[in-house]
């Protein structure tokens, strides 16, 4: 069992950057891919990032290429997305999950932290 909580969401001005963070407690965090994903209002969750569970593959949705940056530090049983150059369209709910697989499949995933919001102003 894994329990997520995400945290670091908030209003930012356009070009602007957030970090969230996403801790994560029980025994199997070390051993799994983690992912981000984000919901807007009226639409579907859309993958983000996921990454390895040693940290040494990353994949990104076409969102977040060039902007976004996902880490781990299992040390501390924590995952990190780093978000640059914030526009409005990035303005949802955004969740950590935990799985077995690299993907992008919301599905595919096991554990759902309960969601942080990121609202970007124009």
């Known amino acids: 069992q894994v329990q997520l909580v995400e945290s670091g969401g908030g209003l930012v001005q356009a070009g602007g950057s957030l970090r969230l963070s996403c801790a994560a407690s029980g025994r199997t965090f070390s051993s799994g891919v983690m992912g981000w994903f984000r919901q807007a209002p009226g639409k579907e969750r859309e993958f983000v990032a996921a990454?390895?569970?040693?940290?040494?593959?990353?994949y990104y949705g076409d969102s977040a290429k060039g902007r976004f940056t996902i880490s781990r530090d299992n040390a501390k049983n924590t995952v990190y997305l780093q978000m640059n150059s914030l526009k409005p369209e990035d303005t949802a709910v955004y969740y950590c999950?935990?799985?077995?697989?690299?993907?992008?499949?919301?599905?595919?995933?096991?554990?759902w932290g309960q969601g942080t919001q990121v609202t970007v102003s124009s």
């Open positions: 999950a935990a799985g077995k697989l690299m993907t992008t499949r919301p599905g595919r995933y096991d554990y």
């Open positions: 990454i390895s569970w040693s940290g040494g593959a990353t």
